[in-house]
């Protein structure tokens, strides 16, 4: 029942369709690609898994319910039973208990060998989201996994999205459902290291072990947190189905404070955030309140800005504004250059307010409505409908209502909030695509 395993080598693909040679024990033999055969010298015979019977141990392994790195575990014992099963040894033995031992035995003396760690390494590699999102880079092998979810056109804009250094804030909640998707193994501890002199001597039982300081234990303690006692989530209404269950991961026994307005979602599909928002937050008990008064618009501007929120959403009630400036909203309409034109009703603004003036212009047009204000200093701003959001300006231009508004399916939500930056003062500029009436008022904010 003891009788050595003996040598264990595995050979890799190195791309070309030749296996590489032996990995054991030949220094810088290591395959350039996945393995694509075990072979094993046990009880005296010579044991082999080739390509095929490796493609049915992973097949098998990934039958399991659990996430693909918490899988490899299932996988190392289908590799040691498919190998077992050809060794012939299990008839070897009628009495179960010899027979365990022998198994026992066959199985240790393979796993001791490093040789099967680098294979189950190569084979079973742990993977990393980082690292999957860097493989969806590539076009071709994009193409291989989502072929039944995204169409060649679509493969291609995220490959090539994908193609690029660092990552956004919105890539945040791709990496950890990702990483959901994925499991994270279990972290074998670290054994404390000895100095040799302890070794032969014996001093380590003498010396006291150091224990961690109360500030490292806070940082040990919050690199390991996965939950969370209670979870805030502000501008609720544009968290993504996948950002929610990313803070819904954070926050399965939490209490939460949820606050948002559904009239300024620049999600395209509310609903779809809305349940996954429910699904977030369980069967958890809930209180709603609703906040009817509207403190940074005078009631000049809510009141134009309440004629989209109804086109936008019909029924919703808008905030009540609690002043009144007598400043009417201004309306300009572009009569040969648009660019001069927003420039000088920003010039306008700057003679009028103390503060900042925003320019707020459909996404596509940041760059230009830049070069437009070069030179007017740092109180104006140029900004895209969707970076307006949760600002405020003393005055603001908003620049073509009907653009910002068919720039996406939440365009019109996405120029109710553009309507509602200003403070004190708001200028519409109108071109020919508002279809503005006499007064220059454009179409979209006509009673």
Known sequence: AGAPAGQLTFDGDDGDGVDGGDAAGTPGATPAGPPTRLRVVAFGRRLELDAAALDRVRRTALGGTAPVNLLRPRARKLLLDALWEQSGAAGRQTDPELA??????????????????GFLDAWWPELTPRGVLA????????????????????????ARSLKRDGYSVHDIALLDEL???????????????LDPLDQLTGLEELMPVREESQRERAERLAQERTEYAHVIVDEAQD???????????RGRHATWTVVGDPAQSSWSDPDEAAAARDEALGTRPRRRFRLTVNYRNPAEIAELAAKV??????????????????VVPRFAVVREALGATVRAEAERLLERVEGTVGVVVAMN????????????GDRVVALGSLEAKGLEYDATVVVSPAEIADESPAGLRVLYVALTRATQQLTVVS????EPDAQGVPDLLRD
């Open 309 to 326: 929120l109804a086109l936008a959403m019909p029924g919703a009630e808008s905030p009540s504004a609690v002043r009144s400036t007598g």
């Open 135 to 158: 493989a969806m880079a590539d076009e071709r092998r994009l193409g291989r996994w989502a072929r039944r979810v995204l169409n060649p056109g679509e493969v291609r804009k995220v």
């Open 431 to 434: 071109g020919d695509r508002d």
């Open 100 to 117: 365990a031992e022998l198994r026992s035995s066959f199985d240790d003396d393979i796993t001791s060998e490093d040789s099967f760690t």
């Open 179 to 193: 990483q959901a998707v994925l499991g994270v193994p279990a972290r074998p501890r670290r054994k404390r290291e």
């Open 365 to 376: 047009r940041r760059e230009e409505a830049r070069r437009w204000l070069a030179g007017l």
């Open 239 to 249: 968290l993504t189905p996948m950002q929610w269950r990313m803070v819904g991961r």
